[in-house]
C-alpha cells in the first residue's frame, strides 16, 4: 500500500455539505491583485485543512484500521498465525513513514485549493469563509468529524490493490458517513452556526462546488512519488522479512 488513503481522513475534515473546491491548473497568478487573491485563499485553505498534526485519536483510530486492513491480507494472516505481534509491528513500523509523507505532501495540498478559490471566488467570499473557519463551532466540527471517520472499506481496498485509486465517490460516502456520526454530537449553537454560514452566498457557492472539491482530494491522496513508494515497500519488506525468518 504505497498511497495516502491511510491519513486521508486529515484532507476530508473540510470536506463536509457546506465546503468544497477543484483541482485547478493554469496559469500561474501574476498580478498584484491575483497575488493577492492567491494568498488570501491559501491561509483560508490552510484555516479550513487544519495543520498536518495528528490528534492521539486520530492516529489510535487508523492504526487501528490499518490493523483490521493488514490482516485481511491473506498472507499477512498467515505470518501473524505463525508469528503473533507480526501485524503490531507491522502497523508500528508504517505509521511514522505514512505520517511523515503526508506532512511533506499537504502544501501541495494547499496550493491546489488556493489555486482553485482564487480563479472561483471572490476576496469577500473567501474573508467570509476564512472568519467562519477562525470560529469554535468550525472547530468542533472537525474535530468531531475527525474522531468519527472510518475509512476501513478505503483501508481494506488498498490492501487488496495497491496499485488503485481512491475516487471522488469514495471521498463523499466516507464524509457523509461521518458527519451522519458527527452532528448528533453538536449543540445548537454549532448547528446554527454552521446553517447560517452554509445559507449565505459563500456558503452556496462552496457547497455547490462540492463534487470537484474531493476530487482535488482524491488527486492528493492518489499522489505518490517514487521515491515515497520505495520508503514504505522498505519498511513493509523489513518487518515481513523479519517475521518471515523468525519463523
Given at each position: 500500500m504505497?498511497?495516502?488513503?491511510?491519513i486521508l481522513a486529515l484532507a476530508l475534515l473540510a470536506t463536509q455539505p457546506a465546503f468544497a473546491g477543484i483541482h485547478a491548473?493554469?496559469?500561474l497568478i501574476q498580478s498584484s491583485e491575483e497575488d493577492a487573491l492567491y494568498k488570501a485563499a491559501y491561509e483560508m485553505a490552510i484555516l479550513q485543512q487544519g495543520d498536518a498534526n495528528f490528534s492521539d485519536e486520530l492516529l489510535a483510530s487508523m492504526s487501528?484500521?490499518?490493523?483490521?486492513?493488514?490482516?485481511?491480507?491473506?498472507?499477512?494472516?498467515?505470518?501473524e498465525e505463525a508469528s503473533p505481534g507480526f501485524l503490531d509491528a507491522l502497523v508500528a513500523a508504517v505509521m511514522p513513514v505514512i505520517v511523515k509523507q503526508?506532512?511533506?505532501s499537504y502544501p501541495a495540498l494547499y496550493d491546489n485549493l488556493a489555486k482553485f478559490y482564487a480563479k472561483n471566488l471572490e476576496l469577500?467570499?473567501?474573508e467570509n469563509a476564512t472568519r467562519f473557519f477562525a470560529t469554535d463551532s468550525y472547530r468542533?466540527?472537525?474535530e468531531s468529524t475527525e474522531n468519527n471517520l472510518d475509512m476501513s472499506s478505503i483501508l481494506s481496498g488498498a490492501a487488496e490493490d495497491p496499485d488503485g485509486n481512491i475516487s471522488s465517490e469514495d471521498l463523499e460516502k466516507l464524509v457523509e458517513n461521518s458527519v451522519a456520526q458527527s452532528v448528533g454530537g453538536w449543540d445548537?449553537?454549532?448547528?446554527?452556526?454552521l446553517l447560517k454560514f452554509a445559507f449565505t452566498p459563500t456558503g452556496r457557492k462552496m457547497t455547490s462546488l462540492?463534487?470537484?472539491?474531493?476530487?482535488?482530494?482524491a488527486d492528493w491522496a492518489n499522489e505518490s512519488t517514487p521515491e515515497e513508494d520505495r520508503e514504505l515497500e522498505e519498511v513493509l519488506e523489513n518487518v515481513i522479512l523479519k517475521f518471515a525468518e523468525a519463523e
Open positions: 504505497t498511497k495516502k488513503p491511510f491548473d493554469g496559469p487501528s484500521q490499518i490493523y483490521i486492513a493488514y490482516s485481511e491480507i491473506p498472507e499477512f494472516a498467515e505470518l503526508t506532512k511533506d469577500e467570499d473567501i468542533v466540527i472537525r445548537k449553537q454549532v448547528r446554527a452556526d462540492r463534487e470537484q472539491r474531493n476530487q482535488i482530494e
